[in-house]
Structures are given as structure tokens and as C-alpha cells.
């Protein structure tokens, strides 16, 4: 059993940043490839970026690369998100997700450990 715990949510105004982070409980954490997903006001749960176990590769949902950065710090157990020129319409629920099978995916079925969720709020 992994439990994941995000943090970092907050408001903030269209163009600034934020960070989120996502600590796992599991000491073999870096063995799981992580996702973030994000979940907004009356739409389904959507992919945002995953990263490999290892964390060579990444993956991108088209609407936040090039402004959104996963990474990971497996000494510290621990997924980052680092999102800049934040858009109203990223506003959501943030959550991370772990899967026991190492690489990057966008489905969400894929994930077998999800966090509670972090809010963030887009202003203008």
C-alpha cells in the first residue's frame, strides 16, 4: 500500500506559478511511475503529466507543456509539479497517482495509489 499526500495548492493569479508536491509513503517509491491528474468543477478527471520510475521519461497533456514540469526526487520520495503562466482553466483539484508498473500513462485506470487532492485557483 502506498499513500501519497500532496501539498502546494493555492490561489494564484493567471500567469504565476505554483508547485506542487506529492510525498509516498513506500520506501520503494521510486520503483512507481507517477502521475498528476486534475479534476475541475463538473468535468471528468483529466490527465496532466507522468513521469517513469526512473524518471527519464515524461509525458505531457498538450494543453500544459511547455509551462508545466514533473519531476521527481526519489531520495526524498517525493513528485513535484511545477506549473508556471497558470491559465484560469486550470483550475481543478490536483491529485498525484502512483503505478506499480514503472513507466509513463495517461490512463487513469493504470494508476493503482491516488493522493486526496490539492486545490489550486486560477484568478484573473
Known amino acids: 500500500q502506498v499513500q501519497l499526500v500532496e501539498s502546494g495548492g493555492g490561489l494564484v493569479q493567471a500567469g504565476g506559478s505554483l508547485r506542487l508536491s506529492c510525498v509516498g509513503s513506500?520506501?520503494?517509491?521510486?520503483?512507481?511511475?507517477m502521475g498528476w491528474f486534475r479534476q475541475a468543477p463538473g468535468k471528468e478527471r483529466e490527465f496532466v503529466a507522468a513521469?517513469?520510475?526512473?524518471?527519464?521519461?515524461?509525458y505531457y497533456e498538450s494543453s500544459v507543456k511547455g509551462r508545466f514540469t514533473v519531476s521527481r526526487d526519489s531520495a526524498k520520495n517525493t513528485l513535484y509539479l511545477q506549473m508556471n503562466s497558470l491559465k484560469l482553466e486550470d483550475t481543478a483539484v490536483y491529485y498525484c497517482?502512483?503505478?506499480?508498473?514503472?513507466?509513463?500513462?495517461?490512463?487513469?485506470?493504470?494508476?493503482?495509489?491516488w493522493g486526496q487532492g490539492t486545490q489550486v485557483t486560477v484568478s484573473s
Open positions: 497517482a502512483a503505478k506499480k508498473f514503472g513507466g509513463t500513462d495517461s490512463r487513469g485506470t493504470e494508476y493503482n495509489y
Open positions: 513506500r520506501d520503494r517509491f521510486s520503483l512507481y511511475g
Open positions: 513521469i517513469s520510475w526512473g524518471g527519464s521519461s515524461t
